[in-house]
């Protein structure tokens, strides 16, 4: 098992930008990928964004052209920076690392808030 650690959260008016990152414990050799979910409030759980060890992106379409995905390895970290942000983007969100054998180990959740 793997913890990872998630910041960046907060409150932001709508058409502002806030960064998350969301650190491992220690690094992977076998990971796969990492990115976040995002949970908003009563509804279902849905992917974002990821990105693969091949360096891969995959964006839901609400937020493609407004979010961008990155990685720094030395780090162990993942970033998610998110620009224009939208009400609808109010949400719990929650970073996520795959690995072999597959598995998948998930941050506590960092709360984005999008309200004037």
């Known amino acids: 098992q793997v913890k990872l650690v998630e910041s960046g959260g907060g409150l932001v008016q709508p058409g502002g930008s806030l960064r998350l990152a969301c650190a491992a414990s220690?690094?992977?050799?076998?990971?796969?990928?990492m990115g976040w979910y995002r949970q908003p409030p009563g509804k279902e759980r849905e992917l974002v964004e990821s990105?693969?060890?091949?360096?891969?992106?995959n964006y839901a379409d609400s937020v493609k052209g407004r979010f961008n995905i990155s990685r720094e390895n030395v780090k162990n970290t993942v970033y998610l920076q998110m620009n224009s942000l939208r009400p609808e983007d109010t949400a719990v969100y929650y970073c996520?690392?795959?690995?072999?054998?597959?598995?998948?180990?998930w941050g506590q959740g960092a709360q984005v808030t999008v309200s004037s």
């Open positions: 996520y690392l795959d690995y072999l054998p597959p598995l998948r180990d």
């Open positions: 220690r690094r992977i050799l076998s990971a796969n990928a």
């Open positions: 990105i693969s060890r091949s360096s891969d992106t």
